[in-house]
């Protein structure tokens, strides 16, 4: 996490950068296997450029990312938090 950003890495080290003001929902589920799950406004806008897919799971959304958070930095709390902190409520 930056002030400008959300930086994950995916599968086969593949990374991604998303703009806070880029988010159109992100949210931490789970609570014995936590995960962030979010989506971007405009995929495009992405660093790299997400392709539709390239990141999502069977039976969600093209461009809706799930990020399993066992044992990564910053731990669920934190995470949610931050995202509490900079992203807007709905």
């Known amino acids: 996490m930056t ?3 959300l930086h994950l890495t995916g599968p086969n ?3 991604l950068s998303i703009d806070w003001v880029n988010m159109a929902g992100a ?3 789970g609570g014995l296997d ?3 799950v979010l989506t971007p406004l405009d995929p ?3 660093r790299p450029q997400m392709r539709p897919g390239q990141w999502s799971t069977p039976g969600r959304g093209p461009y809706e990312l799930v990020v399993r958070l066992s044992w990564r930095r910053p731990g669920p709390d934190a995470l949610r938090r931050e995202l ?3 992203l807007p409520t709905t």
Do not use: K, S
Request: net charge positive.
């Open 3 to 5: 002030d400008e950003a």
């Open 13 to 15: 080290g593949t990374r």
């Open 27 to 29: 949210r931490v589920r």
């Open 34 to 36: 936590p995960r962030l």
């Open 44 to 46: 495009q806008q992405t």
């Open 84 to 86: 509490a902190r900079r």
